[in-house]
């Protein structure tokens, strides 16, 4: 696990906070743990998370040319995470 700040780390007892606070938390040090921008879209699918991506074309939403760059990142990450988990699988 990255060196994370103490807030963002769980306790020996388990994530910390109620549990929607601890998705966030567990979405924040994923973000921590890629190198990702807090404004850079997350990896995860959209079914997953609101913040996540998706393999189709960027949505309407998603229209500067850095938004759309930070878009296609994200995907590809997500390709490559999931090839991870099919060799690992």
Do not use: C
């Amino acid at each position: 696990m990255p060196n994370l700040p103490a807030q963002h780390r769980e306790s020996e007892f388990g994530p910390l906070g109620n549990p929607r606070e601890s998705r966030r938390q567990r979405e924040l040090v994923l973000h921590l743990a890629l190198g990702l921008k807090p404004w850079q879209p997350s990896p995860l699918p959209l079914d997953v998370t609101p913040l996540g991506v998706d393999q189709d074309e960027p949505p309407d939403y998603v229209a500067g040319p850095i938004q759309v760059a930070a878009w296609r990142q994200a995907q590809a990450l997500q390709r490559e995470l999931r090839a991870a988990v099919d060799t690992v699988t």
